[in-house]
């Protein structure tokens, strides 16, 4: 029997086991406009939504908008935007129908549309997860000369990036009288907040000085500690999933039971209640982005190096091998722990803890390159602040040492195997001498390291030369071995 795809009409033939909406859309509004409608916004942020919406919130529905490919439209158009959320437990498997997300803009297909969507007066919230290099930075700033900057600075007409989009809603939003409204950072990463506003601003002062004021005075530009591990999608899920509902969905999300999203408390204009859907809300975020940044991130970019090199796979193979889960969890015990200031809240000893057994997880397979993609915009903030930190207080920090000196080998390995995603691919390729430890520096540079102190310290980068050659002599786990 050929099987329904998910959508409205077909919700009523949903095994009775799984979760579904208990609202119905035409009773929903979309107040929030979400760029990068991926698998983490829609196991996070959706979820938070549609927890709303099964309250008897209705104003909380979402339009995502994708900045480049049309691809998860093309998957969620004909399933009226539904789709299902496998929340993989170590022992058990929960599913749920997420219906929060109303619609989703292709923004390269009708720029007008997400900008007059912006400027709409319904619309409260603006919310981003375009991943760290959707940001562009490059040495803490934005890269005035990478080539979408360049363009939107030229002009927003049609624009490349997040910050062209929202100055354009923006000064459209501006002729429509005093409409507040918040743009709230979603990505991991330090300061999201700042850096949007920095690049409206940017763009503003380029193309209307004379919306910035009215900015000044409608706009919070805030950010939020994101947490919840999401896998890209396995064609494994797709067919657990369809055969758990009884309909087929294509683009269902699989992700783990733990979900914690820490919102920064500054709102212009109307704020979702996400405090009833689980979320925190506080008034300083820094410490808690960077608990997240240098334990969790900077644990999972170890692992995913330090595994790949090693021949595994998937996050949880990494874990298995003693040597990489001790010295993993040593990094971020000796070297990142003394010099981290972390909430009275968390406990950083358990929050370590909970951490690694969320990576042991085998049920929700996490592959070691997903963690690898983008690494060089990855590692400045999850392991460089930790560094400079721990050589100010004359500590000498081997352990990142060590991990730097592995990331240069998994640069190398993946350049090899044409395992690379990473926007600087063409410039590690450039730089790249076959593998030869002077390559760190080149790489690390490009990485961005060149703004960190250490990358002056001459015993640290010793260090790093020390342990690449190591690395290379004998492999990732015996070079462990021996040195720690
Ligand atoms: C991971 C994160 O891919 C990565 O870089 O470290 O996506 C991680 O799974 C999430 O931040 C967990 O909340």
């Known amino acids: 029997m050929k099987l329904e795809r998910l959508k409205i009409t077909s919700l009523n033939k949903i095994n009775s086991a799984v979760c579904t909406p208990e609202y119905g859309s035409c009773d929903l509004t979309s107040s929030i406009v979400h760029f990068g409608a991926g698998n983490f916004h829609r196991a996070h942020q959706a979820v938070y939504c549609d927890t709303l919406l099964n309250q008897g919130e209705t104003q909380w529905g979402i339009t995502g908008v994708s900045l480049r490919s049309s691809s998860m439209r093309d998957k969620l158009a004909p399933q009226d935007c539904l789709y299902t959320l496998a929340i993989l437990g170590e022992q058990e498997t929960d599913y749920r129908v997420i219906g929060s997300m109303l619609n989703l803009l292709v923004g390269p297909e009708d720029p007008e549309a997400v900008i007059e969507l912006l400027a709409d007066q319904q619309t409260q919230l603006v919310t981003t997860t375009i991943t760290e290099k959707g940001y562009y930075l490059k040495d803490g700033v934005i890269d005035v000369e990478c080539d979408d900057i360049s363009y939107d600075l030229r002009s927003i007409s049609l624009p490349k990036t997040t910050y062209g989009y929202l100055a354009a809603g923006l000064i459209k939003r501006s002729s429509l009288g005093d409409l507040p409204i918040t743009v709230l950072c979603c990505d991991n990463m330090n300061g999201g907040g700042e850096c949007l506003k920095e690049g409206v601003r ?9 919306t910035l004021p009215w900015v ?48 920064e408390d500054r709102f212009a204009g109307a704020r979702p209640a996400f405090d009833k859907a689980g979320a925190l809300f506080v008034e300083d975020i820094a410490p808690f982005e960077r608990v997240k940044l240098r334990f969790l991130n900077a ?18 193979d990494a874990l298995r091998r003693s040597s990489l889960a001790r010295f993993t969890e040593q990094a971020l015990k000796n070297d990142v722990m003394p010099v981290t200031l972390v909430p009275a809240v968390i406990d950083a000893e358990t929050y370590i803890a909970q951490v690694f057994a969320r990576f042991r997880n085998a049920n929700l397979p996490y592959a070691a390159l997903q963690v690898g993609t983008d690494s060089s915009q990855k590692i400045q903030q999850r392991w460089f602040p930790s560094i400079d930190a721990a050589l100010e207080q004359d500590r000498d920090a081997n352990y990142l040492a060590f991990a730097v000196a592995a990331w240069v080998h998994f640069i190398h390995k993946a350049l090899v195997n044409d395992d690379l995603n990473d926007p600087l691919k063409a410039d590690f390729v450039r730089c790249s001498s076959s593998g030869q430890s002077s390559d760190a520096k080149v790489f690390l540079a490009l990485a961005g390291a060149n703004k960190f102190r250490f990358f002056e310290h001459a015993d640290f980068m010793a260090s790093i030369h020390q342990y690449h050659c190591v690395i290379n002599d004998i492999g990732v786990e015996q070079a462990i071995e021996q040195h720690f």
Do not use: C
């Not at 940017?202 to 004379?210: D, R, T």
């Not at 509902?245 to 999203?261: C, H, I, K, N, Y």
């Not at 644990?299 to 995913?304: E, I, Q």
């Open 299 to 316: 644990g999972h970019s170890m692992l995913a190096a330090l595994g790949y090199l090693a021949g595994d796979r998937f996050i949880h």
């Open 216 to 263: 000044n005075a409608n706009v919070a530009f805030s950010a939020s500690m994101v947490d919840r591990v999401t896998p890209a999608t396995s064609d494994t899920l797709k067919d657990k999933v369809t055969q758990a509902l009884g309909v087929v969905d294509t683009a269902p999300v699989a992700t783990e039971p733990f979900s914690q999203w820490i919102i």
């Open 202 to 210: 940017l763009l503003l002062a380029e193309h209307s000085p004379e």
